[in-house]
């Protein structure tokens, strides 16, 4: 199972989800890179293997666009009617299992403030950031290469 979870909302952040796994596959390996579009065949149980793969990976990269915190809480109503907003579940499972998460701020997108976001995942707003901006792809991609390749000898 792939090292590296892309936690994406399609309809805001899916251009930079499908040009991250195209790079990082190129860079790791498709095997290392999961991404639910592309990762999960047909015919398999779509909760089933995400939540295999969140048990699995090594580091979260969450791709945080302009609207992401205003979908978050869109979703709020939906959730208490029992909707599972995924993008928030995979963030919390991946502080639940003690895997390294990253925040990708997509290109002017602003910090996260930690008090308009779910108490289960208001922490996202202090970890350490990446950029990811449409401006300067190649000195982005550079980027994240090297920070999932550091975090991966750190665990060495």
Not at 114 to 128: C, F, G, N, V
Not at 129 to 139: A, P
Request: negative net charge.
């Amino acid at each position: 199972m792939a090292k590296v979870f892309l936690c994406y909302r399609s309809r805001d952040d899916g251009f930079a989800a499908v040009l991250l796994d195209e790079k990082l596959s190129g860079a790791f390996g498709p095997d290392e890179v999961f991404m639910a579009s592309r990762s999960i065949e047909p015919g398999e149980i779509y909760s089933a293997v995400i939540e295999r793969a969140l048990k699995e990976c090594e580091t979260m990269l969450v791709l945080i666009g302009p609207r992401w915190v205003d979908t978050l809480q869109e979703n709020e109503a939906d959730a208490a009617a029992g909707t599972v907003d995924w993008v928030r579940h995979e963030i919390s499972t991946a502080f639940a299992n003690g895997t390294r998460v990253i925040p990708l701020l997509l290109s002017r997108t602003p910090r996260l403030d930690p008090h308009l976001l779910p108490s289960d995942i208001a922490a996202l707003a202090d970890y350490k950031y990446l950029t990811f901006d449409h401006r300067n792809v190649s000195g982005s991609l550079n980027q994240i290469i090297a920070a999932l390749q550091t975090g991966d000898r750190a665990r060495r």
